[in-house]
Each structure stands twice: as structure tokens, then as C-alpha cells.
């Protein structure tokens, strides 16, 4: 027995004598699985009395019309494989904590429940449309789980939001050459290498040469800002700013691998004025000289180096 008030379905009136009629049917998600009948109706006017509640109702000496009915199989839902996919977008600086995931689906006929959990978060949210985000992520492991609220369905993933890291790479010298190979560990292209302020070569690719034609600072930029400037020398030690006033600060040359190194400074008559190891930190060193006389000073280090004049402020 059909319920004419849940189960009934109007496909409107046609005029003309011929026509066709379509109606899309969402199944309830309470449906039983199975076999069940589908009855469909065709009523004709009644001259005396119109339209009444179809074919076969209590009138039925006066009204017209046709009833079949069709034998269909509801089945159960069923997820596609490749229906939910994950995406992840990384720190774009340090310390920025910006990173994004990402949630998508192609069968967007099922309610979507996702679950983001980390080492310090707990995030929900439901999937309208076909597609969620979430965002502004610290860097770590999350797990994704999406639950489908018509199944008794769960898929989960796991992802990483990378950190962003300052630019990191390793610089060899061919001997007797001012020619240099770089090989980028970390850090976004393009590569601009500048020596002495001047652009001199940009580079898409980690591993790369440059030859000289004269020493100076060299310094190695990426594609973002945040990510730092790698800054070293070709040859000789460089003063970054002289005259001194609170601080020596020494820019290393490529080839230097040692993590500290002594430091001896003379005054103009040859005495000894300052000695100790520093630390050595991305190819520089800072030297405290705040509490010093103004004056000339000879400083020497314990690498191979000539020595540096020093104009004390």
C-alpha cells in the first residue's frame, strides 16, 4: 500500500496529446536496501468532474487513465575510491605558521564530517559544496579523517605541513680558480648571486658554478625575502664596517670550515689587547670591542688570513 502523502510524487499536467514527463527521485537515506515497487500513474481529465487522485481512487466509475508497475532495486551507497583526496600547502616563511590543508571530494551527495587533529590541534568542520580548508596550520603531522554521515564510512590520512628554513647550502672551490660550485640544501629558486652588490648569475637549479673575475662579498639570495641571504666572501676576510665601534664583525671566506676560531687583536706598539675563540655563525664572526680606546689595531685570526687594520671610534 503506497501513503499518498510521502510517497507520491507530481510530475505536473501535460495539455498536449502527445509528450514526456521526467522527475528525479532522491532515494531517502532511511530507504530499506532491495527490492521494492514503483507504481506510476497516468490520469486522464474527467469530463464531468477534472482531475481526481488518479485512475484507480474511490470514483473509480468516472476516472481515467493508466497504472503500471515496475519492480526496482535500491542499493547501497558506495564511496569511490579516488573520492576524497588531501592536499597540503607548507609554511611559507619561518615562523609564519600559515600552512593549509585541504580536503576534496567528487561525490558530493554524502554529508562530509572532517577531523583535523596535530600535536596541539583539534579542528572540525563540514564539507560544503564540494571542498574544505583549513588554515593558518603550525608546522607538523596532522591526521585528516573524513566521516561520512549516510555510511558508516571513515577514511583517514596522514600529512605534513613543512616549515619553512632559511637558505642553507655548501659552496667548493676548485683550486687555484675562482671558480665555485653551489649545491642549495635548502631554500626556494630562483638563486641570485651577487658579489659586491652586483648581480653576476640567477639560477633555477640546486646544484650550480660560478667563476669570478675578482674577489669581494658574496652573498646568495633566493625567491623569498624571509628565507634569509647567504653571505660569505671570495679570497680574503672581509670588515664589514670600519671604523669600529661596538663590535668587529668579520664575513668569512668559502672554504672556511672551521665552527670557532682565535682571535688575537695588538695595539700599535705590538700588544696584546684582546685574545679569545669565537664562535663561528652562517661564515661570520662578532668580535665585542665596545670598551676600547679609540685608536689603530691589528687583528689576526687563526686561519689563513692576512691581517686586519682596525680604525677603533
Excluded: H
Aim: with cysteine.
Amino acid at each position: 500500500m503506497f501513503d499518498k502523502e510521502t510517497e507520491r510524487y507530481d510530475l505536473g499536467t501535460k495539455l498536449e496529446d502527445i509528450s514526456t514527463a521526467t522527475f528525479s527521485i532522491n532515494v531517502p537515506s532511511d530507504a530499506k536496501f532491495g527490492k521494492t515497487t514503483m507504481r506510476v500513474l497516468i490520469e486522464y481529465d474527467d469530463p464531468d468532474d477534472g482531475f481526481g487522485d488518479g485512475p484507480c481512487d474511490a470514483d473509480q466509475k468516472t476516472e481515467w487513465g493508466e497504472v503500471e508497475d515496475y519492480s526496482i532495486t535500491v542499493t547501497e551507497p558506495e564511496i569511490d575510491t579516488s573520492n576524497i583526496s588531501v592536499q597540503t600547502t607548507s609554511e611559507t616563511c619561518v615562523s609564519e605558521n600559515d600552512g593549509i590543508i585541504k580536503v576534496d571530494v567528487k561525490q558530493t551527495s554524502f554529508t562530509y564530517n572532517v577531523t583535523v587533529t596535530g600535536s596541539s590541534t583539534l579542528l572540525n568542520s563540514q564539507i560544503s559544496g564540494s571542498s574544505t580548508m583549513f588554515e593558518n596550520l603550525n608546522p607538523g603531522i596532522y591526521t585528516v579523517c573524513i566521516e561520512t554521515e549516510e555510511l558508516e564510512y571513515t577514511q583517514c590520512f596522514e600529512v605534513e605541513i613543512v616549515a619553512a628554513q632559511q637558505i642553507s647550502l655548501k659552496a667548493t672551490a676548485e683550486n687555484g680558480l675562482r671558480k665555485y660550485t653551489f649545491n642549495v640544501a635548502k631554500g626556494t629558486a630562483p638563486y641570485n648571486v651577487f658579489l659586491n652588490e652586483k648581480l653576476v648569475r640567477v639560477s633555477n637549479d640546486t646544484n650550480f658554478e660560478v667563476e669570478f673575475k675578482e674577489g669581494g662579498k658574496l652573498e646568495i639570495k633566493t625567491a623569498k625575502e624571509c628565507e634569509g641571504v647567504f653571505k660569505t666572501t671570495i679570497e680574503d676576510v672581509l670588515l664589514l664596517k670600519n671604523p669600529v665601534v661596538d663590535a668587529v664583525e668579520l664575513l668569512l671566506p668559502i672554504g672556511t670550515e672551521k665552527s670557532i676560531i682565535d682571535v688575537l687583536i695588538f695595539d700599535v706598539q705590538g700588544k696584546k689587547v684582546y685574545q679569545n675563540t669565537e664562535k663561528v655563525q652562517d661564515n661570520s664572526v662578532t668580535i665585542p670591542f665596545k670598551n676600547y680606546a679609540k685608536g689603530i689595531y691589528i687583528l689576526k685570526l687563526s686561519i689563513d688570513a692576512k691581517p686586519i687594520k682596525l680604525l677603533k671610534e
